[in-house]
């Protein structure tokens, strides 16, 4: 069971996934994690992660640190999406590994399967098939990463978990346009479209690919519950269970935005994989669930916003 003084360290605590895990884990009580950012600690370089670990040897570690961004960021940057990625979590899987940590939780993401993949997806699907050509640098990393869990779990016997989280929103989401997921992105089109007093959102594709989302509190309630419990496997999907168009999750935040104008589909941009949903029914059956409704939470998430954009 995890200690209250358990030494926690939690790799992209900046970010979206992991500013909720250190949200959470403080306000159950936890006091004794460690934090360092990009600019403390190049994860991507090696020494300097070896270093970190030698000095702070951490019980547990979570990694929530990776280059993230959307279909336009990941098909002009396949390089950087593939290298870096890489690098983070070598080093730290490997550090983890040397310096025998506790247990390792793993983050990766849903486009680590198939493109056609039967639905829903289940663990097993994974490397059945051809990936999404648009993420698909970004995709190879997570399953290099994952595949790195799984070996030192099998040959050492540790507890190096991975977490396949569907599409994630929330607090701290990406807004910049040319990297943002879809969400953040929908949200950010329609709010400027109401400040500009627009008449019409133009949108990628022609609305019709399925998609399911999570709120990154309901991740990181999954990320709690594996850091508190011993797990039979390596590998679990974590996601909400139901699945919504890109044109019914436009026209839902275009009533909760407020926006009044027209939605114009750019048919020649891509639409990307037509249809993913996670079988999570594996980690659901040993205990945890999602809470958060999309709509409840995609209005907290704009509150939220709104709230930050007045005080700036």
Known sequence: MLRKDSKIYVAGHNGMVGSSISRLLNLKGFNNLIFKSSKELDLTNQELVYSFFKKENPEYVINAAAKVGGIMANNTYPYEFLMENMLIQNNLIKFSNDFDVKKFIFL????????????PIKEEYLLTGPLE??????????????????????????????LMPTNLYGPKDNYD?????????????????VINNNEQVILWGDGSPLREFLHVDDLAESIFFV????????????????EISIKDLAELIKKITGFKGLIIWDKAKPNGTP??????????????????????????????????????
Do not use: M
């Open 108 to 119: 990766g993401s849903s486009c680590i399967y198939p493109k056609l993949s039967p639905q």
């Open 275 to 312: 249809r993913k949903l996670l079988d999570s029914s594996k980690i659901i059956s040993i205990g945890w669930s999602p809470k958060i409704k999309l709509e409840d939470g995609i209005k907290s998430t704009i509150k939220l916003l709104n709230k930050k954009s007045l005080r700036n």
């Open 133 to 162: 050509a648009t993420n698909e640098a970004y995709a190879l990393a997570k399953i290099s990463g994952l595949k790195l869990c799984e070996s030192i779990r099998k040959q050492y016997g540790k507890e190096f978990i991975s």
């Open 227 to 242: 850091l508190n419990n011993d797990l039979a496997e390596s590998l679990y999907n974590v996601g909400y269970g139901e």
């Open 177 to 193: 346009l040319n990297s943002s997921h879809v969400i953040p992105a929908l949200i950010r089109k329609f709010r400027d479209a």
